[in-house]
């Protein structure tokens, strides 16, 4: 009889398959690493079984005890399973920007699952690592698998996906195209891949796409330091460097915006009939540009991190495309981005101070004509607008010489440079303004008459 002790058996062992209609006429042949095809779904399955074993054969970790990880989903899922099988508790912490997929399919397979705010720095208390951390520390038997800086991340993939593809090859690969999250499996893969190819006196390239908004992207090109952005693609990217990352076997950082990386997906799914998630359109929407531009006899292997179905209410969800601006009837998709409202604009930013008066703040306001005027305090962006202004007068809430910052708020309407204009309207729709948020600085506010100048070319 053949068959496997349990369903951990089944993790590794992906096969590549060929793209035909989403690759580029006359570009390299592009092989994708079906990495969706494991029992959890990802990619992540390696790396949570070898930490876990890893830990078990260092005697740090015994069925009974508590495995805690802070994740976007994938890996909480790998451990999870690992978990069930092995007769651990699971109990994972998720940032609140992460698919209801995710968090519904970790409960099905028994772990807890504690959900924290997206936009917390990862070094605040309250945040998805350190609530694991402290979970893990204030929890009898609590371990926590820490995959940012557990060197058994990449590890499982410089035993296992590196040698997959390397042999399913037959070593005839010139580039490995993956998106970077913990840098595991880009780390673990490429480092195994590129010391065959330099035994067999070849070349191979590393390529990595990565959100707009990402620090790696900076990071790796040594650029001065920028506060991490906004982006909705789910399990990619980072707001803080790991230490499971090795930029030494990467080549290529290429940033990919959230719109490309869901029109992708969804155009693997349709063209290809393979079902993935967004953080797959990155590394595909990468892939593509590297195989055009390796040209035909060339050999691109794209890794596949994870399935579509847990996106189904994201970006496989007409409604919240066209809600995000990404799918728009109307057209706005190919009329630009907000950049292009801004640069048509060519106007700076008037910002007000903390420390400036309701009555200073309003008087210049009507100089200028605009009705609000964004502040910078205590290390985060606020918002003043006329309306507050005018509530906080007539209520008697502040005086006209009191600090403006008192009627400050959070912003609300916010867009990234990238975003198509679809989702500029889609704001518009419910604020009076957009407010376009490069880094963490305001760089831009966008009104309906702005949108409206801009479509119709004039000044």
Not at 108 to 121: I, K, N, Q
């Amino acid at each position: 009889m053949r068959y496997h002790e349990n369903v951990l058996g089944l993790i590794g062992g992906t096969p590549l398959v060929r793209l035909n209609r989403v690759a580029p006429k006359g570009g390299a042949l592009l092989l994708a690493k079906m990495e969706h095809l494991n029992p959890g779904g990802s990619v992540k399955d390696r790396m949570a079984r070898n930490m876990v074993e890893r830990a078990e054969e260092a005697g740090l970790i015994k069925p009974g005890d508590t495995l805690v990880e802070s994740t976007s989903g994938n890996t909480g899922l790998g451990l999870a399973i690992t978990a069930a099988v092995k007769g651990y508790r699971c109990v994972c912490t998720m940032p609140d920007k992460m698919s209801k997929e995710k968090i519904d399919m970790l409960k099905a397979f028994g772990a807890e699952v504690v959900v924290t705010r997206t936009d917390l720095d990862h070094e605040h208390p309250d945040s998805y690592v350190e609530v694991a951390k402290r979970i893990a520390r204030e929890t009898r038997g609590g371990f926590y698998t820490d995959q940012y800086f557990n060197m058994h991340n990449p590890e499982a993939h410089y035993l296992t996906t590196g040698p997959e593809i390397w042999a399913d090859t037959d070593g005839r690969i010139d580039a490995l195209v993956g998106g970077i999250g913990t840098g595991g499996t880009i780390s673990g893969a490429g480092k195994f891949l590129k010391e065959k190819a330099a035994a067999a006196g070849r070349e191979l390239a590393v390529v990595c796409p990565d959100p707009v908004g990402s620090i790696y992207y900076n990071e790796f090109h040594k650029n001065p330091p920028q506060p991490p952005g906004i982006y909705r693609v789910e399990g990619i990217g980072h707001d803080f460097m790991v230490g499971t990352l090795d930029f030494s076997v990467v080549d290529e950082v290429m940033e990919v915006g959230d719109r490309d990386s869901f029109l992708a997906a969804r155009r693997l799914a349709r063209e290809e009939g393979i079902f993935c998630g967004g953080s797959t359109g990155t590394a595909l929407f990468g892939a593509i540009k590297v195989a055009e531009r390796l040209g035909a006899g060339k050999t691109v292997v794209v890794v596949l991190p994870d399935s579509g179905d847990r996106y189904l209410s994201k970006c496989y969800d007409d409604d919240w495309m066209k809600d995000m601006g990404y799918l728009d009837a109307a057209g706005l998709q190919q009329r630009g981005t907000v950049r292009d409202i801004i640069c048509h604009k060519g106007d700076r930013v008037e910002f007000a101070a903390p420390g400036d008066t309701l009555s200073q703040v309003a008087g210049r306001m009507s100089k200028l004509g605009i009705s609000q005027m964004p502040l910078r305090h205590n290390g985060r962006m606020m918002m003043v607008h006329e309306v507050d202004l005018l509530h906080s007068l007539v209520s008697g809430k502040c005086k006209a010489d009191d600090p403006v910052v008192d009627t400050a708020k959070e912003l609300h309407g916010v867009v990234a440079m990238h975003d198509p204009l679809g989702r500029v309207q889609q704001v518009l729709a419910n604020d009076d303004v957009a407010v376009v948020v490069e880094g963490d600085a305001v760089a831009g506010i966008i009104s309906k008459i702005d949108l409206v100048q801009f479509l119709a070319g004039g000044d």
